[in-house]
Structures are given as C-alpha cells and as structure tokens.
C-alpha cells in the first residue's frame, strides 16, 4: 500500500484495531475451548433448546442481511439498472462475506463440524431441508466468488481471466438468484417442522415466503448502511461527486423498500388471519408482536416512502438501520424468543456464546476493510473497462 512494512505495521495501531484485536483474540480462545471442551463448556444449549444464538443470529439473521449481493446483482446484471453499478461491488462482496461467515458460525453450533460435508456428498439425504441449505449456500457462495472475482483479478493484474471472469457474472447472477430464492424461503421452511413449538403469531404456513419476501428488504436496507458506513470510512477513495451520486442512488432504494415492505405486512397480516392469531394479541407475546409488526415493519415502511417522497437521504439512512434492526429482530423472535415459548427452560445466550458472535461479526468487518483497501471496490480501475 505504498509503505514500508514498519510504516505499515505502525499504522495498525489504531483504538479500533486494538479493540478488534482484543474482541478477536478472546473470540478465538473461546473457539479453541468450544472445540476442544465442547458445546456445554461455551453455551447454554440443552435438549429442549439445541438451537440458540449462533442458529438464531449467527445463520438466520446473517443468511437475511447478506441478501444485499443478490438483489444488487439482480437489479444491475439482470434488470440492467446500470445506474446502481457503483454499489454493486461492495454489494457483492458483503453478501459473499456473510454468507462465508455464516458457515464459520454453523461450524460453532454444529456437535461435529467435521462431519459438515457428510450429508451433502454421502448421506444424500435430498428430503432434509439442512440438504437443501447446506448445498444451496456452498454453491451460492462460488456464484458470488464468481460475480465479484472481476475485482479480484484487476487487483492481481490478470486482464485475459479477468476477461472470462466478466462473461460469466449474468449466468452466475441467474443461478445465484435462482439458489437465493430457495434456500432465503427454505430456512423459514424449517420451521414448519414445529407448529407446536414456535408461537402461533409467528408460525404459519406461509413463512417461507415471508422469510424470502423479508430477505430482500433486509438486503436493500443493508446496501444502504454499507455504502453509508463506506463512503465515511474510504472517503479517499472517492471522488467528489461520488456522494451526490449515492445520494441519488440510496432515494431509488429507498423506493423499492417501502414497496416490498408494504407487500411483506400485506401477507403477514394475511398470515395472521389465516391463523386466527387474533386471540393472542392481547398477551404479552401479542404485544411484542405488534412491537415488531407496527414498529420495525408499517413504520419504516412509511419512513421509506416519506424519504423518498421529499428525497430525505438522511431520514432513508437512519430508516435503514431501523429496518436492518427489526429484520434481527424478526429472526431472533422467531428461532429463540418465540419459540419453546410453552417451556419454562427459557434459553438466555451465554456470555462466550456472545463474545464468540462478536469475534465472528468483527472479523467479517476486518476482511470487508481489507479487501476494500485493496482491491477496486468503491472505485473503478481506469486500466479495465466497465462491465456495461
């Protein structure tokens, strides 16, 4: 990066990087303990809850917030919406980043990790829904390696596979959106498999399209806070006009938001009344129901469209961190706070269970900035053409 390796190492001591440091560090002691003394040593898993924080946020709420990289790729590859190519690289590359380190924390929770490949390659098992997501996940991840190696070949100066690398991201787009599609719903499939665990006001037939449908506002509003966090953190990297531009770009997100969450209340409440779920309403649970319902759903939804109305970019930032919020709440209510919800063995997380999420989350940030800094993410390399 145009230092010396002493200048370079002089430059890393910085209060953040020794507070990731410090986050990383017990994380991976904490591994070494989960891995060597087992689950029981690091959490408060048990045979009424065996799934807790690291399926709970871990996998639904990372699968939810990386859907960023295929509804970009599908807006600018596809739909050729070409005025989005500035953000569909960090797009990409966020997605693909989560969806890697969702592995990494399936590999936590999981009695015997090693044994990851073995229904996938031996056992078979094409009727399990795990079959389904394990295999939809691996291949998702080699179609976003694909869509953004483009990047990566630019920055090792590979022009002739850069090149192949280039005619190979609409089919991988294709593919990736139709796994995408699937294995979002699929992970809501899995719990129809417990009508009588999971709260009536949350299970219904219909969650597998309500975990798809929420899957892509979850990751319009994601786009909206990297490329916010971003342009901040690697403003010199960008030119001057660049912010008017994300301006511009983050008022037409904002659209496609506000309509896709008024389509997700829509069915959720279709869902409701199909279940006649009216009765629990007036219960604690109901209440907190209605807490995620009106306040993370109806009220961004409104927020968005207000913002775009009166092209608010400020109000659109902050409705997207909103909205990233409520879609973890969505997940949390449904894989932990809702469900077991007769037992009096609550499940409360662990606090290793919770410096282990965090090691995992500041680990993700640590490469996103690595790879930032050094490939051609946020800018374009004048050396190459566009894609378009």
């Not at 796994?179 to 809501?188: D, K």
């Amino acid at each position: 990066m145009g230092q010396s390796f002493p200048d370079y190492l002089a430059s890393l001591v910085t209060p953040f990087n020794i507070l990731a440091g410090i986050v990383v560090l017990t994380g991976l002691v904490l591994g070494v303990q989960r891995f060597t003394m087992g689950l029981g040593a690091t959490t408060n898993l048990s045979d009424t809850n065996p799934w807790g924080l690291w399926i709970g946020f871990d996998v639904l709420c990372g699968v939810a917030l990386a859907a960023g990289g295929y509804t970009m790729a599908t807006a600018v590859y596809i739909f050729r919406l070409k005025e989005y190519q500035p953000i569909v690289r960090p797009a990409v590359l966020t997605g693909f980043l989560g969806y890697f380190f969702v592995v990494v924390g399936l590999c936590f929770d999981l009695g015997r990790p090693w044994r990851l490949p073995f229904p996938m390659f031996v056992s078979m098992g094409v009727t399990s829904i795990m079959f389904l997501v394990a295999w939809h996940v691996a291949l998702y991840l080699t179609c976003q390696f694909v869509e953004f190696s483009p990047a990566v070949f630019e920055w090792l100066g590979w022009r002739r596979v850069r090149q192949w690398a280039v005619r190979l991201t609409l089919g991988a787009t294709i593919f990736g959106v139709m796994l995408s599609t699937l294995h979002q719903s699929a992970l809501g499939g899995l719990f129809l498999l417990a009508p009588g665990k999971l709260h009536p006001l949350w299970y219904s037939p219909l969650i597998p399209l309500f975990f798809f449908v929420s899957s892509i506002f979850a990751g319009i509003s994601i786009v909206i806070v990297e490329s916010t966090l971003s342009h901040k953190a690697f403003a010199h990297q960008l030119d001057s006009d660049d912010d008017a531009h994300l301006e511009r770009l983050t008022v037409g997100l904002a659209k496609a938001a506000s309509v896709v969450m008024f389509t997700y209340f829509g069915i959720k409440l279709i869902g409701l009344m199909h279940g006649n779920g009216w009765s629990y309403l007036p219960t604690p649970l109901g209440e907190w129901y209605l807490v995620e319902m009106l306040g993370f759903v109806l009220l961004p939804c409104f927020l968005y469209a207000h913002g775009y109305l009166t092209r608010n970019v400020t109000l659109i930032r902050w409705t997207a961190f909103l909205t990233v919020i409520g879609v973890i709440v969505n997940r949390l209510n449904v894989s932990i706070i809702a469900f077991n919800w007769q037992e009096a063995d609550r499940y409360v997380p662990r606090w290793s269970e919770l410096l282990i999420t965090l090691a995992i989350v500041t680990t993700m940030i640590l490469t996103f900035r690595w790879i930032v800094n050094r490939m051609p993410v946020l800018r374009e390399d004048p050396s190459y053409p566009s894609e378009f």
